[in-house]
């Protein structure tokens, strides 16, 4: 029978946990959970019923009646209308401790196995301008806040463009940035360059709905080594205004070493097969770990926060026990980084990525790294490319490390881990629920023998977690 839809905002809910992805919990009286995102424990909240089931139910956050003690003021002045750091309310204190909570209840409720203690999560060194990938979006659509409508009351509001990030949940309308906490400069000097330019010479920005205007994305890639990369995406070829507006860049921005357009005519944004086109420099920029050297694509997956990218990989290289004479693979290898971290202590490494650009870059930064008679990498889909003839071809793993998307590993490839047995899999996950699905696939043949979370994305209820697991007797 369908549960009649409550139609009254749930007044006085206190907030006394959290729950997980962003999200705290209250009880109503007759004890069903809701979950509220952006609430936090200790607030008492204002929501609005959602999707509701037979003991919980997800509810809007309207109004804070009540603010929880653990509340700070938020450094950003686009907090609450931007998607980006959505925890900035919450010191970094408490946003590891719900991190660390989030990663204990995930991986014991969904594995169900027998786990070891999870160790301290190891927070960030740097909790703003930590990022080294930012994409903005030009939409002819600004994000109006409620305020501004109700000011309005009848009338009908001009269309104005906006540069920024996409307002949560809405796909057209973007929250105008001018400044932006998560990378360092000259991020925030190009956006101010090119909303003067394009508004000076009447540009027009995307409309999601109709298809029409020129300026599509803006994305900046910005190295420790001082190197910057900017592909600016465009609807379509204009080469006189095209031309114009690069030229402009180049002269305001003289920090940009290798500088890319992209004609993207898809009504998607995903540009793994699109063009891009390099206009100045090398067609990448060059990051460094520890002092290992990685060449960057514009399509070429790298973590975005290299701090703690550095500490992480430093986590993965002990907890994979290397001795000096190793087959290691590195699956999900994106340009061969966590390989080419470990290859010192390795006698060989394997490395398997899907995007054909990263594998490039990977085979690249091998020879960089005076490695290449030490590394191979193939591209192609993990799960095919892992089979016993290529096992037999290329060695057994005598370590195995994983760093899937956030969708997890595909059950063949868990089987073919299974059949493979190598003794000891490394286990890296940017996502918690699925790692632990994953874990409990594993579980006929392997123990978990360390769990270690890290904090990647501060502002971010994201998170990211290496399991090492040994092969059972
Ligand atoms: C979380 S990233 C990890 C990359 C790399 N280990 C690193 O630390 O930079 C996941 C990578 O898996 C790749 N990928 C996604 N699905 C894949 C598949 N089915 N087969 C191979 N690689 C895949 C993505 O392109 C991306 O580079």
Redesign the pocket.
């Known amino acids: 029978m369908a549960r009649k839809k409550r139609r009254q905002a749930i007044e006085q809910l206190q907030i006394t946990a959290y729950a997980a992805e962003g999200k705290s919990i209250g009880h109503l009286e007759d004890g069903k959970v809701v979950f509220v995102a952006g609430a936090i424990p200790g607030d008492v909240v204002s929501a609005w019923p959602g999707k509701e089931k037979k003991t919980w139910m997800d509810a809007r956050l309207v109004r804070v009646n009540v603010p929880s003690p653990d509340r700070v003021q938020p450094f950003c002045p686009h907090f609450g209308l931007c998607g980006g750091c959505k925890w900035q309310m919450l010191p970094y204190e408490k946003q590891l401790q719900y991190k660390q909570q989030q990663v204990g209840d995930q991986l014991q409720r969904i594995s169900g196995i027998e786990l070891p203690e999870i160790q301290p999560i190891i927070g960030s060194a740097a909790d703003r301008y930590y990022r080294n990938k930012l994409e903005f979006t030009f939409s002819a659509t600004r994000y109006r806040t409620s305020a501004e409508l109700a000011e309005a009351g009848d009338e009908k509001l001009p269309e104005e463009g906006a540069l920024g990030f996409h307002a949560p949940g809405l796909f057209d309308k973007v929250v105008p940035i001018q400044t932006c906490f998560l990378q360092p400069d000259p991020t925030n000097e190009v956006l101010r360059v090119l909303r003067d330019y394009t508004e000076r010479n009447g540009l027009t920005y995307y409309n999601f709905k109709t298809h029409e205007g020129w300026l599509r994305n803006v994305v900046l890639r910005v190295a420790r080594t001082g190197q910057v990369l900017l592909n600016l995406v465009l609807a379509y070829e204009d080469v006189e205004a095209r031309e114009a507006i690069l030229a402009h860049l180049l002269q305001e921005i003289p920090q940009i070493t290798s500088l890319h357009y992209t004609i993207n005519q898809k009504v998607n944004d995903t540009l793994y097969d699109q063009d891009i086109i390099t206009v100045k420099g090398p067609g990448y920029i060059t990051e460094m770990l520890e002092d290992f050297s990685f060449k960057i694509s514009p399509k070429?997956?790298?973590?975005t926060n290299t701090q703690q990218?550095e500490r992480m990989y430093q986590e993965v290289r002990t907890a994979a026990g290397l001795t000096g004479t190793e087959v290691l693979y590195?699956?999900?290898?994106?340009?061969g980084?966590?390989g080419i971290f470990c290859s010192r202590q390795a006698g060989k490494i394997i490395g398997?990525?899907?995007?054909a650009d990263?594998v490039t870059d990977a085979k690249a930064n091998a020879e960089l790294n005076g490695l290449s008679g030490k590394c191979q990498f193939y591209a192609?889909?993990?799960?095919k490319i892992c089979t016993p003839d290529f096992f037999r071809e290329h060695g057994r793993p005598d370590v195995l490390i994983t760093?899937?998307?956030r969708a997890g590993m595909?059950e063949d490839l868990i089987n073919q881990i299974l059949a493979i047995r190598a003794p000891r899999v490394v286990y890296?996950s940017?996502n918690p629920a699925t790692q632990a699905r994953d874990l409990a696939l594993l579980d006929r043949s392997y123990r978990v023998t360390w769990l270690q979370p890290l904090d990647l994305f501060p502002h971010t209820h994201h998170i990211e977690n290496i399991a090492v697991l040994e092969l059972k007797a």
Do not use: N, R, W
């Not at 070429?300 to 973590?303: G, I, L, M, W």
């Not at 192609?380 to 799960?383: E, F, P």
């Open positions: 070429s997956f790298f973590q990218a590195d699956l999900y290898c994106g340009t980084s966590i398997i990525e899907a995007v990263a192609g889909d993990v799960s760093d899937p998307p595909h890296v940017c």
